[in-house]
């Protein structure tokens, strides 16, 4: 799962992170550039000697580039946690998203709700926390089974602070 508590249900204060899916690790970014790069230049080995050669580089380094450039930004724009801290008289969940934009909400959990929304939302089974005025939104990036079994942990950690 993609998310992880930092402390025990029993504890005073109980830190929750989490974190978007990330398919492609960093080595297997390199390992695929890599790959791509080694096909790319198996055209080039019959030109090597031949003018065609300076033709055909520019656009094999190009397209590479582009490439790279975008497996790059799609890694920074799911470069997305959101750490959620239950204390005995404050919740607070801090969002860091793409370009490290930081949002903030806190509230006392004496009077926060924990709501699944099954069809109502931008995905199924959206889970929301509500308090101090206002909704925010929990692990919208995890799939829906995740967030089912994030709620009733949720849940029950919220009550044991009760």
Do not use: C
């Not at 504890?11 to 790319?40: C, E, P």
């Not at 926060?112 to 931008?122: F, I, M, N, Q």
Request: hydrophobic fraction near 45%; avoid cysteine.
């Amino acid at each position: 799962m993609p998310y992880h508590w930092s402390d025990t249900p029993t504890s005073a204060s109980q830190r929750l992170t989490l974190w978007a899916h990330r398919s492609l690790t960093n080595r297997g970014f390199v390992g695929f550039v890599g790959a791509t790069a080694a096909l790319f230049l198996l055209p080039l080995i019959t030109q090597i000697g031949h003018p065609g050669l300076w033709v055909l580089l520019p656009f094999l380094l190009s397209a590479l580039a582009a490439l790279w450039w975008a497996l790059d930004r799609n890694q920074r724009d799911r470069a997305i946690t959101e750490d959620l801290t239950l204390e005995p008289h404050r919740i607070a969940v801090i969002r860091t998203g793409p370009h490290r934009k930081h949002q903030t909400w806190e509230a006392n959990p004496h009077w926060v709700r924990l709501t699944l929304h099954p069809e109502a939302g931008p995905v199924p089974n959206y889970l929301t926390l509500s308090g101090n005025g206002r909704e925010v939104e929990l692990g919208a990036f995890l799939t829906e089974a995740e967030r089912i079994a994030l709620k009733a942990d949720l849940e029950a950690r919220i009550a044991a602070l009760r």
